[in-house]
């Protein structure tokens, strides 16, 4: 059990290795939350999340689950689900906090303004950072977007109106750069005065946010660069189309070390190929 900011936090992992390999894993490398076992994979098999890519019948694998994390809130309902098609990749630490604290994630990265001259319906403030001290190969993190549209206006939501330019994010290519889909928050409906015509808008303080992780040919640091894209209107004049570009540098961290190896670094958990082996003859009996 773990707290932040006066609200209690429980963090537990779950696998289907056995109890003492997990008791094995946690001394190696000093873990301090919880990890459950369910060598039958009940537990996982409810979630729905049985790696069904393994066959059952030959390989030791076999009751795995696909690599990701819940949020549950104190009801038992899930709020937020992160899985990747990397199973190498797992959800930042800020991403989690945010997720469960319903907060935005606090960058460490210096923000890069991106805004346009004062207008009217053009006065929206616009910075961008990362959420997260670096990048690393195995840890994803958001690089956000954090707009401020003034009171009376709007910029339009995707998909825009036709002839409408819809507000995004647009990352210039980076060498050993990975990104995922733009997280968009939820639109709302608008229905311009004096017509029946109604389209989807963000009003006041809203983010846009695009998942990153990097790959090996990422080395020291990467610079983050690309455009902000937006359209702010009220309801009686339409600005035009506005581009603002935005530079982050960030730098490269290294991931962490294997997980099997010893908290040292100096070679495997000394009961892993035990732990292995056992797991081995279980599904075998199985």
């Given at each position: 059990?773990?707290?932040?900011?006066?609200?209690?936090?429980?963090?537990?992992?779950?696998?289907?290795?056995?109890?003492?390999?997990?008791?094995?894993?946690?001394?190696?490398?000093?873990?301090?939350?919880?990890?459950?076992?369910?060598?039958?994979?009940?537990?996982?098999?409810?979630?729905?999340?049985?790696?069904?890519?393994?066959?059952?019948?030959?390989?030791p694998w076999y009751g795995i689950p696909y690599p990701g994390t819940y949020v549950v809130s104190a009801d038992g309902d899930i709020t937020h689900k992160f899985f990747d098609n990397n199973l190498a990749v797992r959800a930042g630490p800020e991403q989690l906090l945010n997720a469960v604290l319903g907060r935005a994630a606090i960058g460490h990265s210096e923000p890069a303004a991106a805004h346009s001259e004062p207008d009217l319906v053009q006065d929206v403030e616009v910075s961008v950072q990362l959420a997260g001290p670096s990048l690393t190969p195995t840890v994803q993190r958001d690089l956000i977007a954090l707009f401020r549209v003034p009171d009376g206006s709007h910029v339009y939501a995707s998909p825009a109106p036709q002839g409408s330019i819809a507000v995004d994010v647009i990352l210039d290519p980076c060498e050993g750069l990975v990104q995922r889909p733009t997280i968009r928050p939820q639109a709302q409906s608008h229905k311009l005065a004096g017509t029946d015509e109604v389209f989807d808008v963000h009003h006041h303080i809203f983010e846009l946010r695009i998942p990153l992780t990097v790959n090996s040919a990422a080395r020291g640091e990467v610079t983050l660069s690309g455009q902000v894209v937006w359209q702010a209107c009220d309801d009686e004049v339409c600005g035009i189309p506005v581009r603002q570009r935005f530079e982050v540098t960030v730098p490269v961290s290294a991931s962490p070390h294997f997980a099997l190896g010893s908290k040292d670094s100096k070679g495997l958990e000394p009961n892993a190929m035990t732990h292995f082996m056992k797991m081995s003859q279980r599904r075998k009996k199985d």
């Open positions: 059990m773990k707290e932040f900011d006066a609200q209690n936090i429980a963090v537990y992992a779950l696998s289907y290795d056995e109890a003492d390999a997990l008791r094995d894993f946690r001394d190696a490398h000093d873990i301090s939350y919880t990890l459950l076992s369910d060598p039958p994979s009940d537990v996982i098999k409810t979630f729905g999340i049985l790696n069904t890519l393994i066959d059952a019948d030959d390989h």
